[in-house]
């Protein structure tokens, strides 16, 4: 760990001088996060040396534990571009974390290795319309059956995260034994990628798609470790991921806070820089709180996926925790950024309204709030019983 | 007032049954708020009865008290496009309010008329880019000098909203004898229309725009009312105008609160419908709660204005409450709404994430909250002196 | 109504310059809320002709609707025992309202007579200690039962308030033909008074009491009302008794609100009157929209008990609104002025804390927030059905 | 480190089966917490081997960094007399860090090794009526003068923590050569203890006093370190006695959130057990994401003190924000489980009542929040420049 410091600076290095430009042509001039500009700024990031937080070494990453993901994760996420930038935003994120645990290692050299190298994209099937699963996994109708050969799945799914120009995706359907993962080929003719459901964030290359499985038909291998453990490998996904995302949008918060407090220092009135007025400072000071909080909160949910391992109950109710409050007490401080801003705070060629309006998704996808304060308190409940 | 449940009645169908299929058109497709579709919506609302709630009987209008006017463009609010279909949006309504209060017979007839009427649209040229005029007026720059033969302008103006296309602007600069109000024809070709300020908000015809004003001559008649009156008449338009926002908003929110409400009672997750879990119920309350409290704020600044005059102490006061509770309010409300909706709430072509979205700027527009709360508290600071 | 404005000014001057003096000796020499107290107070209540803001002119009292009673009880809520000095607190409140609606004529001239000229004090036996009615009256375990010659009652009974010292207490109790009240006048030796419960409010004369009910023989004539129209005459009592509570602790709001202005415009720290410091502006401001907006949700409810009913929906739904908003924004507002009072502030013997301490059972009494919440929000979602 | 689990549980066990207990007698039956009831309990804990955590094994303390006296002093705080049990509480925990900081041989053979053996109490006197010093140190209005054979003191304190009973005084005042700290024995003729001042908290033996300097008489041996030092000295003491303060109320904050939790299971309405209401569930989980935030921000702050030192700006900036945060958090937990417990929550022999009592003033010892804020925002502001 005696590189991590090093490691921080370069990647904020990294962000700083090579991907806020471009994030700047995306914000201020509408160009778009497609692949091109994907490899683009992946190769760059691996000339700078900060490619791979969450791949292993063996596959060319970083080889990090949680705990040091979340320094070079909240310096990514500096930039909306930050963490795609270095391989490590979702859904590839999770995805990278799934197949190492539960991949065979045909699935791991054939998928993880790609994966890994940023060679190809990936997306995760999981969310339904209703009645299907939404928050709830319980509800889930997408059915795979067992065929002489391997298996064919039927069902749709929507918010796919990546699905547009994906290499693969991770379907989760229900089977005899139990709800079970699939590796399906995108180019699968069963696999039929939708639209791209128009979601205020627009960031992720491959976007929000809705997804049909239609008779798709894939051979035994393609089941992701073994049939019926789908909910146990969701949930050794589903902490760390919580967590990337916790370490990414605060480290865009980061950045909007700095830029708000810039931004009243050189701005005066009613007498004097807003920097002097207490209610702006009171608004600083609240940001300022709430990334220390963030900050600390995603430390504990790492120590304990480093510690206790991704799926225990301890990791996942940290996680939990983090989520919510992370999620919220970003929304939280760039909505103060831009307030701080005023009348160019909501303009959508300025970052921070941009930024606001791409975060309000966070606390949604990977766990509404309401559900994870759902699952925080009974998990409290069962200890007092 | 007898007649005024029947308005209101009226009003809310007309939104229902005119104005709404066009919102869907503008979310969900893109069609551009432009005068076309205004002229279009407002003749409807001719045609309805529901037009000029804002403006005196002898213009074509209502002819409605400001309590009057709360209950009228709350229903109109219930449409991103209904405040603008009945001519009760901003900046003509504070435009109307004070051609009023200030003009002259002449202007009144030359300006008041067709804007009352809805033939033309107007703007205010108040805000200017830093170091100018932002929330403080104290700090314009923008010029007006004495010629033979009337005046010539000169400044940066910025956030100019409706500018684009509008029939005339009304702008805000500096003399000799103090900050002095101009009623200057869009076609003078002094005043200049830059870009469109790329605004979160996106349904206001004319939009927020850059306007500059060089060696912009006008005659002596184009002062509005007095010379050296501007800030008295900034505050006679000021507390109507916030209060309209406030009607307008209110009525959005109401809106997204029972849309929420609705797709709750339709889904199920964990057990049971959405609409049966504490969480969700403990949103909608806090939504509730927020609504009554906004309209009777509301109710009490319209009492305010219509009682002791639009720029009274005790009217400003209230309206200051009102426009700093009500937008965030709204801004809550509309936010819960979103997530109640879950990942349908964030999708751009769902009503409520693009309320949300539009929403933003009525936190800064009229007047910072923080602000706001400054002016609030020294009014209550001074009376217990 | 034309003589509420000199009724609200006299009410004023009698809690300023009666009230507030003895309201002293309570709080900084723990003077104790007795009876003599009361009287001597009310006395003086009548002799300005303030008293019975509550009760019929039949009954000595005001004569006044909901409305007006709105203003006159917050005039003289200012003081903790400006309601009581008054005639306008709880228990007797309630039962003044609730024996005028439901009481038979004997019972009026027994019961309500002599409680609205304040010749006695009464009570109210609802709640019961676990498992029984606590904030879910279906949980109702006192039981009465037929005798020849009346009924019997037995049951545990807490948070009974005023019963020490009351002239009779009103028994709700289950009966085999439903939930049904019953008048018992205290000195009826089935009617065991206990200790009084320590809680944090002390200004109640009569305290918060245990009572049990141990064979407790009344005569027919005791059934206040109708047999097993219980629950709907705690209905008429409920909405104008949690709206009662309303205004009086918002004058007391009021009055916190103000001491702390004057508190920080008369003190100094870091180079300026700490009235001059914008996070002490905010906490100003914040108090101020609170309170106007707990006013106009108390008018709001005011007006629907006044046109719709007690007992209508509208009326509960207003004063659970007004009741979940103003009890957490008199909490907000005792604190605010707390901490602009820094150290003193949390001094027994200054006004401030004790209020504070005072108001906190005012959540939780005649219905905590989140039951209140949970039927705001069930009436919103059946009406979006 | 090794040894500190077992230290923290055995602290939990200590507080548990014997501070509780006498807790119970102080909240429910008005036990003083006098010197008599500390000596027992201190010498309880030494038998339990839990004495001392803040102090250098040289004294008999237990020799931990701040991260473990993090640990320990949350355990502690789980009675409102454990910290003091432990000899970890205000305002001997400060005095005990500033003599082992600043003083001289003589000095902490004197007055630190009884002070860290429990045998005698002390006190600081820093705080001074308006127009003195308050919140801004610079006010500072208590004087001392050289003598031919020392200083004599003349000033009047108030809030001057543990006084009555004290074994000496650390008082601040201003000399020619700038602010200093003056050891004053507290049997000194001219120091006089005034009142008790009568604030919320009832927890701290000696309480907080009225005192006065009058011709106060100290030998040059009396001063504290280095003549004109005084607010150097007071940096050092400050973020280490600010986190003490967090540790210990944390502790008693989830000790009430347990007694919440446990009381919502074994209670039941509106259908079934509370702990399965939403909204009960929402407040269950609220607590406990701000009692992870608090631990992690008071972690944060223990590592900058003893890694950088507890006067370096990195700690102050920490400690300020952690003391911000878990003071209004520690009041959100306890102000929730009061609410939990319904109106046995308002009862002050119910510890919950209590707790939230004695904890008001949190948030305004050692720095109100306001001014913490104000602290924060400019650290921010000035690295932003």
């Known amino acids: ?70 320094r ?7 930039s909306l571009l930050g963490p795609l930038s270095v391989n490590g935003s979702a859904p590839d994120d999770g995805n990278i974390h799934l197949l190492a645990h539960a991949g065979t290692p045909a699935q791991k050299e054939r998928y993880l290795a790609p994966l890994a190298s940023g060679d190809i994209r990936s997306s995760i099937a999981m969310t339904e319309p209703a009645p299907g699963a939404g928050s709830d996994p319980s509800l889930l109708r997408t059915v795979a059956e067992r065929t002489g050969s391997g298996w064919v799945i039927n069902g749709e799914k929507h918010f796919t995260t990546g699905a547009d120009g994906a290499g693969f995706t ?3 359907a229900a089977t005899a034994d139990g709800p079970t993962m ?34 798709c038909a894939v051979t035994g291998d393609a089941v992701l470790g073994e049939v019926g453990l789908g909910m146990e490998y969701a949930q050794v996904r ?19 806070h700095e830029m708000a407090a810039r931004h009243i220092t050189g701005r005066s ?27 600390g909160l995603i430390r504990t949910a790492a120590e304990s996926i480093d510690e206790q391992g991704p799926a225990s109950s301890a990791a996942r109710h940290h996680a ?3 989520k919510t409050f992370v999620s919220e007490a970003v929304w939280r401080i760039l909505d103060r950024s831009v ?24 606390r949604i996808y990977e766990g509404p709030s309401e559900v994870l304060r759902w699952s925080i308190a009974r998990r409290v409940l069962r200890s007092v019983r």
Not at 187 to 214: A, Q
Not at 270 to 284: C, D, K, S, T, Y
Not at 339 to 362: I, K, N, T
């Open 170 to 172: 991770i379907c989760v």
């Open 1 to 70: 760990m005696t590189a991590l410091e090093p490691l921080v600076a370069r990647t904020s290095d990294f962000i700083r001088d090579t991907v806020i430009p471009v994030e700047y042509e995306v914000v201020a001039h509408g160009r778009v996060v497609d692949d091109a500009l994907r490899l683009d700024l992946q190769k760059k990031a691996k000339d700078a040396g900060v490619f791979g937080p969450l791949s292993d070494v063996r596959y060319g990453g970083l080889g990090l534990d949680t705990r040091a993901q979340a």
């Open 269 to 295: 009135a009613f007498g004097g820089p807003i920097a002097e007025h207490g209610m702006a400072q009171g608004l600083v000071a609240d940001s300022e709180i709430d990334i220390a909080a963030a900050r």
């Open 182 to 215: 699939f590796l399906v080929d995108q180019d699968n003719p069963g696999l039929r990628v939708g639209r791209r459901m128009p979601t205020l964030d627009h960031s992720v290359p491959g976007g929000h798609c809705e997804v049909d499985f239609v008779d």
């Open 339 to 362: 307030q701080l801003h005023g009348g160019l705070g909501v303009c959508e060629d300025h970052l921070v309204a941009r930024f606001l309006v791409e975060s309000r998704a966070f």
């Open 238 to 256: 589903l902490a760390p991921s919580r967590l990337v995302f916790c370490m990414n949008w605060l480290g865009l918060a980061v950045r909007a």
């Open 72 to 78: 070079v994760l909240e310096a990514a996420g500096a």
């Open 320 to 322: 939990s925790i983090a």
